[in-house]
């Protein structure tokens, strides 16, 4: 009845590829945080759920745990579409 | 028939859909399926050209090589400059469906050079590129395209 | 070993895609349409190379790698054609 999850341990590379991932994903915020106007936040800002989604997944690929990398990918789905209605949106106005 | 045909088609583009998001080829699965694309509306199907999609659909394949080439060439313009310029809409696009226009501007935005802003008139795409400011002819290309 | 090896390079050099194209954005000289090339250098084809080093990775979960692939694709393609769009009208 109890299942245990196996969950592999990350090696050195790894933590380095995540944590510079982590690094390039913070420049869309301060790109946001610069400019003015509403198109080049929107860009931004997709730019930023993109990373994000994809950091879920490679760590989620990388500890062996599936359901993370899942998770990832419906955030790479859902958040694009997402931002797709706001510039949409943007267009009508 | 050849309105079957496309009915098919279409039939099949969703259940494949179905099966990636899914992932497993049980038999309940595969009827909850095509239940689903059943109730989903079809659209105007009649319209539907087979062959000019065919054809776009196998250019869409050479793709991933001209965005990895595109995206070096971008990488090595170092001092970049804007320009628009003009491109024909293929035969195919003009006479074809909606879908097979869609994939003729999804060629041109997904690669790294090139990005559709719009439709000038019925007939070109209004395209905007980078070009290098450092060759001497650029301004001379950018007139006679 | 050998396709750990492919899958780390191939990792590295969709990194090196994302930290190219995401840098230009904090320049304030380039137009926004230079910003929207650069971009998608880094979100689809830096992502797209970081979505094919997991598949040589991890080869049977294919389905959902796959359909993260196709949706990145789409969606960066349209929303960068509508944006696209939007700045050329106000031009």
Same mark, same amino acid.
């Given at each position: !009845? /109890?299942? +245990?999850?196996? *969950?592999?341990?990350?090696e050195?590379?790894q933590?380095?590829?995540?944590y510079?991932? &982590?690094?390039?994903s913070?420049i869309?915020?301060? #790109?946001i945080?610069?400019?003015?106007?509403?198109?080049?936040r929107?860009?931004? =800002?997709?730019s930023?759920?993109?990373?994000?989604a994809?950091?879920?997944?490679?760590?989620g690929?990388?500890?062996?745990?599936?359901?993370? #990398?899942c998770?990832?990918?419906?955030?790479?789905i *859902?958040?694009?579409?997402?931002?797709?209605?706001?510039s949409?949106?943007?267009?009508?106005i | 028939?050849? %309105?079957?045909?496309?009915l098919?088609?279409?039939l099949?583009?969703?259940?494949?859909?179905?099966?990636?998001?899914? =992932?497993?080829?049980? &038999?309940? %699965?595969i009827?909850?399926?095509?239940?689903?694309c059943?109730?989903?509306?079809?659209?105007?199907?009649r319209?539907?050209?087979l062959?000019?999609?065919?054809?776009?659909?196998?250019? +869409? &394949?050479?793709?991933?090589?001209d !965005?990895?080439?595109?995206?070096?060439?971008?990488?090595?313009?170092?001092?970049?400059?804007?320009?628009f310029?003009k491109?024909k809409?293929?035969?195919?696009?003009?006479?074809?469906?909606?879908?097979?226009?869609?994939?003729?501007?999804?060629?041109?935005?997904?690669?790294? !050079?090139?990005?559709?802003?719009?439709?000038e008139d019925?007939?070109?795409?209004?395209?905007?590129?980078v070009?290098s400011?450092?060759? *001497?002819?650029?301004? %001379?290309?950018?007139?006679?395209? | !070993?050998?396709?750990?090896f *492919?899958?780390?390079? /191939?990792?590295?050099i969709g990194?090196?895609?994302?930290?190219?194209g995401?840098?230009p954005?904090?320049?304030?000289e380039?137009?926004?349409?230079?910003k929207?090339?650069?971009?998608?250098?880094?979100?689809?084809?830096?992502?797209?190379?970081?979505?094919?080093?997991?598949l040589?990775?991890?080869p049977?979960?294919?389905?959902?790698?796959?359909?993260? =692939?196709?949706s990145?694709a789409l969606w960066?393609?349209?929303?960068?054609?509508i &944006?696209g %769009?939007?700045?050329?009208r106000?031009?």
């Open positions: !009845m /109890t299942e +245990t999850i196996k *969950v592999d341990h990350l050195g590379i933590y380095i590829i995540i510079l991932m &982590l690094l390039v913070l869309p915020v301060i #790109a945080s610069r400019s003015k106007e509403t198109t080049e929107i860009a931004y =800002a997709s930023f759920g993109n990373k994000l994809l950091i879920i997944l490679v760590s690929v990388f500890r062996g745990d599936w359901m993370i #990398a998770i990832g990918a419906f955030i790479l *859902v958040g694009d579409a997402g931002m797709l209605i706001l949409l949106l943007e267009m009508r | 028939m050849t %309105n079957f045909f496309r098919c088609l279409i099949l583009f969703r259940m494949t859909f179905w099966c990636l998001v899914t =992932a497993s080829f049980e &038999l309940t %699965n009827l909850i399926g095509i239940a689903i059943l109730l989903i509306p079809f659209g105007d199907f319209k539907l050209k062959y000019p999609l065919i054809r776009e659909t196998l250019l +869409t &394949l050479r793709l991933p090589f !965005m990895i080439k595109e995206s070096f060439q971008l990488i090595f313009i170092s001092d970049p400059i804007d320009g310029t491109q809409l293929t035969s195919r696009a003009k006479s074809g469906s909606r879908f097979s226009k869609f994939l003729d501007l999804f060629r041109m935005t997904f690669t790294p !050079m090139t990005l559709v802003t719009g439709l019925s007939e070109t795409w209004r395209v905007h590129t070009f400011s450092s060759t *001497v002819n650029n301004e %001379n290309e950018v007139d006679s395209k | !070993m050998t396709t750990s *492919v899958s780390y390079t /191939t990792l590295l990194l090196f895609f994302w930290t190219w995401t840098f954005i904090l320049n304030r380039h137009s926004i349409f230079y929207l090339h650069t971009l998608t250098v880094s979100d689809s084809v830096g992502s797209l190379l970081i979505i094919l080093g997991l040589i990775r991890v049977q979960y294919w389905p959902l790698l796959f359909v993260a =692939a196709v990145l960066n393609t349209i929303s960068s054609y &944006l %769009n939007i700045s050329d106000r031009l």
